[in-house]
């Protein structure tokens, strides 16, 4: 609930408006999992909330932690015992904490463990919060970064990813500032020209993964929707409007998207645009059937990208000893959980 919202609850309680702010801040500063833990409210007003409301948590189902780099994978149970996975990585500049938006997608790419295990249901703003708060706690100091690149599309839960970024940015929350949050999506055109009109400043990733409409076509299903034209147009406007690079991502499979040719039309159709390609080399998904591209493959199609004046850069592994790209925890404790 929003810090309005908790205000008409809580009048209609009986209670002075006030109160909102004291349980605002519990809930979103301090992230309680407890109406308990409220000590500065009477104890009747703490039964007449638990009555009313719930908490939305994310117990830590699964840890996993990279002896390399430390790392954390999570897998969360949410109340009704779905699972969703989260990331902790350590950067110099600090903390990120790359959350799920959705249980499972819809969208379903056919290299994505999340897309091929189908969709469950859209979380709510306060099971994104309770990510955020849950892996804080875990890892025991300040999140300073989130990205939105988890399980599930973000912009197919538009309305609750817009609640979630008032809420992780509000200056009685955790005060994670738009500059400091990335939103990754496959390309929902009409939705990147909502985000763009609402003036968030957030960064915008978007999966490219293929320089044309017909490569797009063969792993990602939204390309029938919208044409790469369409998408990079609205790209673009995006980053006129906010004055951010937008960052694409292209995930590079051997004899699919990585050839010298593929690097050229990217490049072409992405110069003198404000922007920055990630390459990430495929993560190998069960049943998918697509290889990681080489590393001379990599370096080519980097080259031919920097020739050309575009911004990119190979990404950084990090939690290699704990790879098990999202998704892929998620089955697995399902699997275990049907074989019980
Ligand atoms: N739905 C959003 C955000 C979640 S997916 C989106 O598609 O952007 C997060 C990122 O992981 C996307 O860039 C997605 O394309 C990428 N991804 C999914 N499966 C992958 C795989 N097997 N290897 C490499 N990247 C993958
Ligand atoms: Fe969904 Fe993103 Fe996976 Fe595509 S890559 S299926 S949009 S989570």
């Given amino acids: 609930m929003t810090l309005e919202e908790l205000k008409a609850a809580v009048t209609q309680m009986g209670q002075p408006a006030y109160r909102a702010g004291q349980v605002f801040h519990w809930l979103q500063a301090v992230g309680v999992t407890s109406f308990e833990e409220m000590t ?12 009313r409301f719930y908490i939305a948590n994310a117990q830590v ?5 990279s002896q390399i780099d430390g790392t954390r994978k999570y897998v969360f149970q949410m109340h009704d015992g779905e699972y969703v996975e989260s990331v902790l990585m ?3 500049h600090g903390l990120s904490n790359c959350i799920s938006t959705q249980v499972g ?4 790419c056919t290299f994505c463990a999340t897309g091929r295990s189908g969709f469950s249901r859209n979380l709510t703003a306060g099971e994104m919060v309770a990510q955020v708060q849950a892996a804080q706690r875990d890892g025991g100091s300040r999140i300073s970064n989130i990205v939105l690149m ?10 609750n990813v817009l609640r979630f970024l008032d809420l992780i940015s509000h200056p009685k929350g955790m005060q994670i500032g738009m500059r400091h949050i990335s939103l990754s999506t496959c390309g929902l055109v009409d939705r990147i020209y909502d985000l763009a009109e609402r003036g968030y400043g957030l960064t915008l990733s978007v999966s490219l993964h293929a320089p044309n409409d017909q490569i797009r076509r063969k792993t990602m299903p939204i390309a029938q929707r919208y044409s790469m034209e369409a998408l990079l147009k609205a790209c673009n406007l995006y980053a006129q409007r906010t004055g951010r690079r937008v960052s694409y991502e292209y995930a590079m499979i051997r004899g699919v998207n990585d050839s010298e040719a593929c690097a050229r039309e990217l490049a072409e159709k992405l110069q003198g645009t404000l922007c920055h390609v990630n390459l990430i080399p495929v993560n190998p998904v069960a049943g998918a059937g697509y290889q990681k591209s080489d590393q001379r493959a990599r370096q080519r199609f980097l080259s031919i990208l920097e020739h050309h004046g575009i911004a990119a850069t190979v990404r950084r592994t990090l939690g290699s000893d704990i790879n098990a790209s999202c998704g892929q925890l998620r089955r697995r404790k399902q699997e275990e959980v049907s074989h019980v």
Avoid: T, V, W
């Fill in 40 to 51: 500065d409210l009477s104890k009747p007003f703490r039964a007449a909330l638990q009555e």
């Fill in 90 to 92: 350590a950067y110099h």
């Fill in 61 to 65: 189902a699964q840890r996993l932690i």
């Fill in 105 to 108: 997608c819809k969208m379903g």
């Fill in 150 to 159: 988890g399980m599930g599309e973000p912009l197919d839960n538009y309305e």
